[in-house]
Each structure stands twice: as C-alpha cells, then as structure tokens.
C-alpha cells in the first residue's frame, strides 16, 4: 500500500507564492500519473495539475501561466509551485498518484494525501 503526505500549504496575499510538496512512500512499485487537485468550500473537487511519469504535464485553464507541476521519478515526490496567487485558488489541495505496489503491480490505483489547506487572502 502506498501513502501521500503533503506538505507547504498556508496563508499568502494575493499575488504571492507558496510550494506545494507530497511524498509518496510504502510499498511502491512504480507510480504512473501524480498530480494535485483542489476542493473548495461548496464545490466540487478539482484537477489542478498532472504529471506522468515521462514528464508530461497537464493543467486546469485557471492556473495555466501561474503554477508549475514537477516530478522526481527517483524519490516518488510531486512538487507544485503556485505564483501570482488569486483569492480563488483558496482551497484544500490533495496530492494524489497512481501507484503500483508490490502487492498490485499489474493495476495502478488511485492514492491521495490528507490534504493541505493553501488560503489566500485579498
């Protein structure tokens, strides 16, 4: 089984920055796609950004240009840099990753972290 501890949320003003962090540790295999997604209060949860695992990168309309998604592959980590922060991007971010354990090789399935609170303030 696999774990996802995120780390680096917090309060920022609008227009500035915060780093976003999660590890994924146990019993790991191999990960195929990690990203983070948001849920805000009375909505749905979102995508915010994916990576696979050769790199490719994919991001929700509303933070393209702002936030940057990376990976390494070597220590199972996903990093989210968030710049030119808006009121809106204010929500719970979840790490998530499509991970193989030792016990699933074959299936890839969905695992996600506690959740970090990003709020920003206007």
């Known amino acids: 089984q696999a774990r996802l501890v995120e780390s680096g949320g917090g309060v920022v003003q609008a227009g500035g920055s915060l780093r976003l962090s999660c590890a994924a540790s146990?019993?790991?295999?191999?990960?195929?796609?990690m990203g983070w997604y948001r849920q805000a209060p009375g909505k749905q949860r979102e995508l915010v950004a994916t990576?696979?695992?050769?790199?490719?990168?994919n991001y929700v309309d509303s933070v393209k240009g702002r936030f940057t998604i990376s990976r390494n592959n070597a220590k199972n980590t996903v990093d989210l840099q968030m710049n030119s922060l808006k009121p809106e991007d204010t929500a719970v971010y979840y790490c998530n990753a499509d991970a193989r354990t030792i016990a699933t090789i074959r299936v890839a399935l969905p695992y996600w972290g506690q959740g970090t609170q990003v709020t920003v303030s206007s």
């Open positions: 990576v696979t695992s050769g790199g490719t990168t």
């Open positions: 146990g019993r790991i295999f191999s990960i195929d796609a």
